[in-house]
């Protein structure tokens, strides 16, 4: 028997959802007016929240959405890490999310590009295999906002780095960017799947290359 407020209940419950919530992320980012060349990713990502706090299908799902809000060490009430959106369900645990965490890449930088692939890995990814972020759900999300529109070429620098990291990532070598097992056909979604020191294990990262400038790679 499930017992309503059970750690294994909440757990059950944000994986049940999660085809809804990245189907809302993918919604919203359509809707948003397209972000200004140089703006920061947390003005894009806050942007980002106010779309998806106004889109049917999150109005429609029993989650709070709570923008840069911070995970706090239980034992010592330290911060230990700043999300940049999290889905919360109706539970008066806060340990209970479903974590959105954002960066961009190949960010054009006076005429040059900058891949950032590596900050997407070392300070993205890699926040939830330590158990950062998300420590007792099994799933979470990374959103990489493609500059430059060149979706393909952002995916293998990301892959590339995810490679070189393979082993810190607690992820089967070569270590690879899967496609996804909620949009097998969306080209820039993609899943990765890890195994923790710390939090459940394994643990599935669903990844989202989205961007505003769409080029040919």
């Given amino acids: 028997m499930t017992v309503i407020g059970s750690p294994e209940h909440w757990v059950d419950f944000i994986d049940d ?100 692939a590596s900050e997407y890995v070392r300070f993205g990814m890699m926040r939830f295999v330590t158990g950062q972020y998300a420590k007792v759900v099994r799933n979470g ?26 082993v810190e990532l607690g992820m089967t070598p070569p270590g690879e960017l899967l496609p996804s097992s909620i949009f097998p056909d969306d080209e820039h979604a993609r899943e990765t799947q890890h195994i923790r020191r710390q939090g459940l294990s394994p643990f599935r990262i669903h990844h989202l290359f989205l961007t505003k400038n769409a080029t040919s790679n």
């Fill in 141 to 166: 999300a990374m959103i990489g906002y493609v500059g430059d529109g060149r979706v393909a070429h952002a995916i293998a620098n990301v892959e590339q780095n995810i490679r070189n990291q393979h």
């Fill in 17 to 116: 959802h999660i085809p809804d919530i990245l189907t809302a992320v993918i919604e919203s980012w359509r809707q948003m007016v397209q972000p200004l060349p140089g703006a920061l990713e947390d003005h894009v990502t806050e942007a980002l929240a106010r779309v998806l706090k106004q889109n049917r299908t999150v109005r429609g799902l029993p989650f709070q959405i709570h923008v840069q809000s911070t995970e706090l060490e239980p034992a010592a009430g330290e911060d230990v890490g700043r999300m940049d959106i999290a889905f919360y369900p109706p539970t008066n645990s806060e340990k209970y999310y479903f974590c959105v965490e954002a960066k961009r890449l190949n960010v054009i930088k006076t005429g040059a590009v900058r891949s950032y």
